[in-house]
């Protein structure tokens, strides 16, 4: 009894990982985690930046078909437009929403993007996201982007 006692205790202590074994594949998996943590964060931003260069320039060709069946939007006028029907705009020149939904509006960081009219990069007008600070100018993640 004794004996097969020893067989049982020997063979789960073969299946188990011993306490060397566990501290050396914590510390490879920590190794991995310091090289390729750095360099997964900053594709973060750079997804984020080039989201909103397509929805940016998605925005642009909403605000041109916008342009096509109403004409210039009224001054003041922010990207809504495309969602809801300025009280300036006659209801049968209208044809929108020029967008899916309310969400369509807003850049990866969650704020509206801008329209700006006359626009600075272009003459009609400029779709802009300031970037992840949400501030003019900036460089990285904080550079601005600017549509069409």
Known sequence: MNASFR???Q?????AFTLVEAIVVILILAVLATVIAPRIIGRVGQAKTAA???KAASLATAMKLFMADAGMPPPGSTIAVLWER???VDASAWKGPYVDNREALLDPWGRQ???????KKN???DIVSYGADGQPGGEGDNADVIAP
């Not at 993007?113 to 006359?118: G, H, N, R, S, T």
């Open 52 to 54: 909103a260069q397509s």
């Open 86 to 88: 300025p009280s300036e």
């Open 7 to 9: 067989k049982t205790t």
């Open 123 to 125: 003459v009609d007008f």
């Open 113 to 119: 993007f801008i329209l700006q009219i006359p626009g």
């Open 11 to 15: 063979a789960r202590a073969r299946r």
